[in-house]
């Protein structure tokens, strides 16, 4: 019998003696009304007092008489000398504030990278091309189809052209190749979306882990769309999955410095040259999560991009654990015993990954959380301290901040202990569910196909803020807060553009 089912039973058999008192209030009123007036009250309790000293000063004003305003009058121009230095100051300080404050950037589109049908791989071909190599033993072709079975990707993920043969053909040329389809695919899709001609792009920043060419993937992007010789560009290399929220961050900081222009980040993994064909588990499990995928975002910081951007960079919160020599090899590339190299997850990477949150919502709670949330941390905080250390510890609820949540397509693992340890609902983790069962982890750019989700299925609306957060080698957690500036509709150029009316779906256990 559940708790609400127990106390409707105990209600119903003391009746006959409870029925001459009066009704419980503690017990009949929902407590989520309580903490939402406490939550509005709290939130708005500078507007309120504001309010009241106005209404004050009014009250006051209304009963001057021309005698109190003469005198007023009086008062003043005997002072005039410090009415204008005051005014003076502040003038210049309000100039000194306009010019220094930091520019707003804009996220005005971003695309995500669909590849080609053809190149979709199911469960029973995966595991057949992997027994067709002859590089597996039994042992670990039945640990991989464990993997396939409980991970959460559905039978719609790709992988690369080089892998679809036996057996397979990974080579540097292949790689290229791949990196070229990915990029380019999303870029093309951005520049015919927004408009914008590729000369116009004053800054570039690029992030791929494991595929790090010369000349680098930026340059690839610069020579193919013969992009301006003063372009600012950057590759970003071995810094894992969260490596697109520091793109981000990066490209934010370009935006203070270079005015009126366009930032263009691209987030991508590549897959060819990084297929692991050993039999040590620990570095199996990447063979069986990640996918081929990746996205392309426009930033800018023109105020003139304010009414057609999408949304506003509001916060980006970076965490590094890699001090700790643990965390820094939780997620490590290496040589196996027989010289085959391949990407080693730890046993302690979700214990480790918790840590790395617990750090990184520690500074971004003051940033986003209501004063309300913020009060009742720092209230228990102090009587655990100093009065019962047995008290529960309150934790934040950051639902109060944010209306969507894109967690790192990781895997299942991830997101069920995000979803446990933030106290999320269903449909909150419902983005990165779904992201991971239609593409997979496609590494850093899984949040924009969450963040894409979300928007295909029209539930963005204007003013809803947007938690993007995610984790990767070293080790980190980041994190990115956006501000949607229009309510989201459905994109002919959205990767789920044709099977969004399928989703949510059914995902065994």
Not at 84 to 110: A, E, N, Q
Not at 284 to 297: E, K
Not at 392 to 408: G, N, S
Not at 421 to 430: K, R, T
Request: charged share 20%; net charge positive.
């Amino acid at each position: 019998m559940s708790s609400s089912e127990s106390k409707s039973a105990a209600a119903s058999s003391g009746g006959a003696t409870t029925t001459n008192r009066l009704p419980d209030f503690l017990q009949s009123v929902k407590l989520k009304y309580v903490k939402l007036g406490y939550h509005y009250l709290m939130t708005h309790f500078l507007q309120l007092c504001l309010v009241s000293l106005m209404a004050i000063l009014f009250v006051q004003a209304s009963q001057m008489n021309y005698e109190d305003i003469h005198n007023l009058y009086l008062h003043l121009q005997y002072n005039l000398v410090l009415v204008i230095v005051f005014c003076t100051v502040l003038v210049f300080g309000f100039t000194i504030y306009i010019m220094t404050r930091p520019r707003s950037v804009y996220l005005v589109d971003y695309a995500c990278y669909r590849p080609q049908d053809h190149l979709q791989v199911k469960f029973n071909q995966f595991m057949e091309h992997s027994r067709l190599t002859g590089d597996f033993d039994e042992s670990s072709l039945e640990f991989q189809r464990k993997i396939l079975e409980r991970a959460g990707l559905g039978e719609e993920t790709y992988v690369p052209e080089a892998m679809h043969y036996v057996p397979p053909q990974p080579s540097m040329e292949a790689a290229r190749e791949e990196a070229k389809q990915v990029m380019f695919g999303a870029l093309d899709i951005l520049f015919k979306s927004t408009g914008i001609k590729p000369k116009d792009i004053g800054i570039l920043v690029v992030n791929c882990s494991l595929f790090n060419p010369t000349p680098s993937l930026s340059a690839m992007i610069v020579n193919n769309y013969k992009l301006r010789g003063n372009i600012r560009s950057f590759n970003l290399g071995g810094m894992g999955c969260s490596a697109g929220v520091i793109a981000i961050d990066l490209a934010k900081d370009m935006l203070q410095v270079h005015r009126n222009t366009y930032a263009v980040v691209v987030s991508t993994e590549n897959i060819t040259q990084n297929w692991y064909f050993g039999n040590k588990k620990s570095m199996l499990i990447p063979n069986c999560l990640f996918r081929v995928g990746g996205a392309a975002m426009l930033l800018s910081n023109k105020p003139s991009d304010k009414k057609r951007a999408k949304f506003k960079l509001v916060h980006v919160v970076r965490t590094h654990k890699g001090a700790d020599d643990t965390a820094f090899k939780c997620v490590y590339q290496e040589q196996d015993e027989n010289g085959k190299t391949g990407v080693s997850l730890s046993k302690d990477l979700m214990a480790i990954a918790g840590n790395a949150l617990k750090a990184n919502i520690t500074t971004l709670g003051p940033l986003v959380l209501p004063i309300s949330e913020q009060f009742l941390f720092f209230i228990t905080l102090i009587a655990r301290k100093f009065f019962n250390p047995k008290i529960k510890p309150y934790i934040p609820d950051f639902k109060l901040a944010f209306e969507h949540f894109c967690i790192h397509a990781g895997g299942r693992a991830v997101i069920d202990e995000l979803e446990k340890n933030l106290q999320l609902d269903p449909i909150h983790v419902e983005a990165s569910r779904m992201t991971l069962h239609r593409f997979g982890n496609t590494s850093s750019s899984s949040i924009w196909y969450e963040l894409a989700y979300s928007e295909a299925k029209r539930r963005i609306r204007k003013g809803h803020r947007i938690w993007q957060i995610a984790f990767g080698s070293g080790f980190k957690c980041n994190s990115a807060v956006w501000q949607a500036m229009r309510n989201s509709e459905l994109s002919p150029w959205s990767p789920w553009h044709d099977c969004i009316d399928r989703y949510p779906v059914q995902i065994a256990n």
